[in-house]
């Protein structure tokens, strides 16, 4: 019996190693990165104070006044490469999620950040304040343990719950699936979108000039980024859950908020702007509630290029399938496809002179 057990236990763990073996060759078959600099930082944030005096001497577990906390700001981890492009590129995360989106896979391979660094391009990945490393928050919330990996399997397009979408482009083995999962990570505060755009504002100004990259929810507070700071001189956008439009204009449905000021919104005519939606978006109302929202999303998004192109603006939505590109999910950075994406996305930005 004992043997049984031993043999048992040297199975699994062979079996991990060759996992591991195969995770590792995924990411080492590639030409050596030449980083000239590297580093990590926090931009912005607050400072409270609470009332009261501190007394040094009481032990640190005593609850005492006088004391001060700082959080709300963003968390930076950046690379630059040898010989780096001018423009660098500052990717922000969506909803439940953190810089990781942008750096890996489920299934181990490059992200968006190291395939743009290979490229030249300086990049700063970014946790929103109350996320990940920036978690340090000045307004409590309640965070919960509910399950809920199989309601963002469904929302975020790789299938209807248990089943995958024929064609997707997202690894099936369970090894990444877990992965996945473990990617998703809770908001530690009670953050509004205001504390988000001045953080990130403050990453560009120590990051300088660059291109703004947002997934999913970080799309709105990306918008008004650029608004705020003027270092932003394009954007990318990845399926971005709301827009910004001007007042007397918003169409009912856009989760992007009130209208703004046509002064603040002309800034956005300023700058060249790409959004990318995926596949399995329906052009016809469907069962799955689900796929009638991203449907509503990519209309809304329509409306919203032709709402800043007749304000002299310039953007270019992007549905992949109608460009031959076919199964991809919410994620297009990371589908087993990404660097399909980002060779179109170079194009783009050499198209529009952001490449130097």
């Known amino acids: 019996m004992k043997k049984k057990i031993t043999s048992y236990w040297s199975a699994i763990c062979l079996l991990i190693m060759l996992s591991s073996s195969l995770y590792a060759q995924k990411t080492t078959n590639q030409k050596p990165l030449i980083i000239k600099e590297q580093g990590a930082f ?4 607050t400072v409270v104070k609470s009332e009261g005096t501190f007394d040094p001497l009481k032990p640190w577990n005593v609850q005492q006044g006088g004391q001060t906390r700082h959080g709300d700001h963003a ?3 950046y690379q630059i490469p040898a010989k780096a492009k001018h423009l660098s590129m500052v990717f922000l995360h969506g909803y439940g999620q953190s ?3 942008w750096q890996t896979t489920a299934d181990g391979r490059e992200g968006f950040s190291d395939i743009f660094l290979r490229k030249g391009y300086g990049v700063y990945l970014v946790d929103q304040p109350g996320r990940g490393a920036a978690g340090q928050t000045t307004k409590p919330t309640q965070i919960t343990s509910i399950p809920d990996d199989q309601t963002w399997f469904t929302q975020f397009r790789i299938g209807l719950y248990p089943n995958f979408n024929n064609g997707v482009q997202f690894p099936k083995d369970s090894l990444s699936m877990d992965n996945f999962f473990r990617m998703m990570t809770p908001n530690t505060g009670n953050v509004d979108e205001v504390t988000i755009v001045n953080a990130m504002s403050a990453v560009f100004d120590k990051s300088g000039e660059g291109i703004l990259f947002t997934h999913s929810a970080g799309g709105s ?5 650029a608004i705020k700071n003027n270092r932003v001189k394009a954007i990318v956008a990845i399926e971005p859950g709301g827009f ?3 007042e007397g204009e918003v169409p009912e449905g856009n989760r992007g908020g009130k209208g703004l000021p046509l002064n603040e919104f002309m800034k956005l005519t300023k700058i060249p702007i790409v959004v990318y939606f995926g596949d399995f978006i329906p052009k016809e109302e469907a ?3 689900s796929l009638n929202f991203w449907r509503n999303v990519l209309a809304t998004a329509r409306q919203w290029a032709k709402v800043v192109n007749a304000h002299g603006g310039d953007v270019t939505i992007v549905h992949l399938p109608e460009i031959g590109i076919k199964g991809n999910t919410h994620f ?7 660097k399909e994406v980002a060779d179109v996305l170079t194009k783009w930005l050499k198209e529009k002179g952001l490449d130097k």
């Open 42 to 45: 926090s931009a912005g944030g």
């Open 75 to 77: 968390d930076v981890f």
């Open 99 to 101: 810089k990781r989106s």
């Open 221 to 225: 507070p990306g918008w008004k980024t």
């Open 244 to 246: 910004a439009f001007p």
């Open 287 to 289: 069962n799955a509630a």
């Open 332 to 338: 297009v950075m990371s589908d087993l496809n990404n």
